[in-house]
């Protein structure tokens, strides 16, 4: 049974900078997410990366501040975040899709549990 496992997230000052880390996606998953859902909204994208292109996506609040990235040698997606703001606190999930990369969670068939990033100002 395939089970996203996030880790890395946390408490940070505004500024400051937090890597999660996605790990348990296998190779018949074509992309790679990660969502966010910030308290009392709704689950939004943030980055989207294509494992077999090597493409990726950011949504505009991630650009220029966020990195998504696949390590190999450990078997993990990872995202980067720096320069971060009180708005970025949110749940954040890893995504996993067999059919390409969509910014929609509706197309993603697995989820991780989710890791908490808390960013005070």
């Known amino acids: 049974q395939v089970q996203l496992v996030e880790s890395g997230g946390g408490s940070v000052q505004a500024g400051g900078s937090l890597t999660l880390s996605c790990t348990g996606y296998?190779?018949?998953?074509?992309?790679v997410a990660w969502f966010r859902q910030p308290p009392g909204k709704k689950r939004e994208a943030v980055a989207t990366?294509?494992?077999?292109?090597?493409?990726?996506y950011y949504a505009d609040s991630a650009k220029r501040r966020f990195t998504i990235s696949q390590n190999n040698a450990h078997n993990l997606i990872s995202l980067q975040m720096n320069s971060l703001k009180p708005d970025d606190t949110a749940m954040y999930y890893c995504?996993?899709?067999?059919?390409?990369?969509?910014?929609?969670?509706?197309?993603?068939?697995?989820w991780g549990q989710g890791t908490q990033v808390t960013v005070s100002s």
């Open positions: 990366y294509h494992t077999t292109a090597a493409t990726t």
């Open positions: 296998t190779p018949t998953m074509q992309c």
């Open positions: 995504a996993g899709a067999n059919d390409g990369c969509y910014n929609l969670e509706d197309f993603y068939e697995y």
